[in-house]
């Protein structure tokens, strides 16, 4: 596999075979993004690597939370406070795309939310990656940290595993740390569900588009 053919065979999966993922392969893929570039080579990342029973116990406490309705603030901002233009519209049809997929009707409230717990699951992915952050870096660190977790995912894919980095698994911060026993002045920034993908589920038939590049481009010459 090329790693042009690795951008295009990449993609959030959100319905994993429960078959196990081996601990070398897993190695080899963090050995592989390892060598993802960082400003003055500060390598700022940490990563938990998380399976079985510790697994289980993580999710089944961070679910517990989301049913009992308790909320916690993320340790730092995904997302935007005020969605604007064309952040917005893309938001709204990345939605549309995977509840039309599911023939999940937007008033259908009660699947939406069964939906959505399975995010705190990582869609029941054999092994989640939790990935963290020393407190006291800044936004270079950060845009860092993003070329680490594309070179996790472009290994996986290139060994033929399927992934799902995913924002949901840092709602909880105060769990995932205490349950992890992360020192203090790590701020957790999100995971990923890493397993192999069940290509028979209906919801990894679809795929977000991509705008074209003269959207996003300006050539001067």
Not at 116 to 132: E, I, Q, T
Not at 146 to 174: D, H, N, R, Y
Request: charged content about 25%; hydrophobic content about 40%; some cysteine.
């Amino acid at each position: 596999m090329t790693v042009s053919e690795a951008f295009k065979a990449r993609k959030s999966s959100r319905a994993f075979l429960p078959q196990e993922v081996s601990p070398t392969l897993i190695e080899a893929i963090l050995n592989d993004a390892k060598h993802a570039p960082s400003g003055v080579n500060m390598q700022p990342w940490h990563v938990y690597v998380v399976s079985g029973e510790k697994k289980h116990t993580l999710e089944t406490k961070v679910i517990e939370a989301f049913e009992q309705g308790r909320k916690e603030v993320m340790d730092y901002a995904y997302y935007p406070s005020t969605w604007g233009e064309p952040y917005k519209s893309r938001r709204k049809e990345t939605g549309l795309l995977m509840y039309s997929t599911l023939g999940i009707s937007k008033e259908d409230k009660l699947r939406q939310i069964e939906q959505w717990k399975l995010n705190y699951r990582a869609f029941d992915a054999p092994v989640v990656l939790y990935f963290f952050i020393d407190a006291n870096l800044e936004k270079g660190s950060y845009l860092d940290y993003g070329m680490f977790l594309q070179s996790v995912m472009l290994s996986a894919t290139e060994k033929g595993l399927a992934t799902c980095p995913q924002a949901a698994l840092a709602e909880f911060p105060s769990i995932v740390k205490e349950e992890l026993g992360t020192p203090e002045n790590m701020l957790l920034l999100c995971g990923m569900a890493l397993g192999y993908e069940d290509k028979e589920a209906l919801i990894n038939s679809y795929r977000t588009p991509r705008i074209s590049l003269d959207s996003f481009v300006t050539f001067y010459r």
